[in-house]
C-alpha cells in the first residue's frame, strides 16, 4: 500500500541487544508513523514524523528512538530490546492533514 | 487528546445479515474519520473516510459509516455480510494540527458464520 515497505517482516533476538528495523516508502508523503499493534491495545503511537529531521513522541514512545534523514525512510530503533517490546511494528505514512494513512505489511518482533 | 471508542471487540454474523461495527469518539472540533480493515498477517487498508463532505460515505466492499455529529459516533454497516469480511476491523479519528496524530481505536474482530 502506498509503497511502503518495512523490513525485516519477522526478527527474532535476545534481551539487550539492539534492533533496528526500517521503513520505506516511494510515494513522497511528508508524515510518517511507527506503531505497535499488541493485542487488547490495538495500535500504539510509537514515535511520527512530519518532515526530514522532524520527529516527535507517542504514547508508548520509551525505550524506542527514531531518525529521519531522507524522506523516504524512517528507521526505529530499539537500543536494549526487553521483552515487553515483542510485539508487531506497523510503519504508515500519511501525504497530509486531511489524508488517510496507508500502512505496510508490519514487522514480528520476538525478544527472547 | 482524542479517544475512540470501539463497542464491542468480537461481533458474529450469519452470512448474509446486517453488518454494524459501532465507533464513537470525543471531539469538540469536527474530525476526520476513517475506517480501517486488517486480515491475519497483513497491514490495514483503508476501507472509508469522512472529511466533511457528505455524512453517508461509502467504501469499499460493499460497506459504508454515517457521521452523526450529535451523537458523536460514526457506525460501519454493510447490509449482506459475507464470508470475506471476516476480519478486525479499527475505527480511527484524526484532528487538524495536533501533529497529525491518528487515534485508534481497539478493534473490532467480526467473525461471519456460514
Known amino acids: 500500500d502506498a509503497g511502503i515497505t518495512q523490513s525485516p517482516r519477522h526478527k527474532v533476538t535476545e534481551t539487550g541487544t539492539p534492533v533496528t528495523l526500517r521503513c520505506h516508502q516511494t510515494?513522497?508523503?511528508?508524515?510518517m508513523y511507527w506503531y505497535r499493534q499488541d493485542p487488547g491495545h490495538g495500535l500504539r503511537l510509537i514515535h511520527y514524523?512530519?518532515?526530514?529531521?522532524?520527529?516527535d513522541k507517542g504514547e508508548v514512545s520509551d525505550g524506542y528512538s527514531v531518525s529521519r534523514s531522507k524522506t523516504e525512510d524512517f528507521l526505529l530503533t530499539l537500543e536494549s530490546a526487553t521483552s515487553s517490546q515483542t510485539s508487531v511494528y506497523f510503519c504508515?505514512?500519511?501525504?497530509?492533514?486531511?489524508?488517510?494513512?496507508?500502512f505496510g505489511d508490519g514487522t514480528r518482533l520476538s525478544i527472547l | 487528546a482524542q479517544s475512540v471508542t470501539q463497542l464491542g471487540s468480537h461481533v458474529s454474523v450469519s452470512e448474509g445479515a446486517l453488518v454494524l461495527l459501532r465507533c464513537n469518539y470525543s471531539?469538540?472540533?469536527?474530525?476526520?474519520l476513517f475506517w480501517y480493515v486488517q486480515y491475519p498477517n497483513q497491514g490495514l487498508q483503508l476501507l472509508l473516510k469522512?472529511?466533511?463532505?457528505?455524512?453517508l460515505v461509502k467504501g469499499i466492499n460493499g460497506f459504508e459509516a454515517e457521521f452523526k455529529k450529535s451523537e458523536t459516533s460514526f457506525h460501519l454497516t454493510k447490509p449482506s455480510a459475507h464470508m470475506s469480511d471476516a476480519a478486525e476491523y479499527f475505527c480511527?479519528?484524526?484532528?487538524?494540527?495536533?501533529?497529525?496524530?491518528?487515534?485508534f481505536g481497539t478493534g473490532t474482530s467480526l467473525t461471519v458464520i456460514p
Open positions: 504508515a505514512t500519511r501525504q497530509g492533514e486531511n489524508q488517510p494513512q496507508h
Open positions: 510515494e513522497n508523503h511528508r508524515y
Open positions: 514524523s512530519y518532515g526530514v529531521k522532524d520527529t
Open positions: 471531539s469538540s472540533v469536527p474530525p476526520y
Open positions: 469522512y472529511t466533511s463532505a457528505a455524512t
Open positions: 480511527a479519528v484524526s484532528e487538524s494540527g495536533a501533529g497529525n496524530q491518528f487515534y
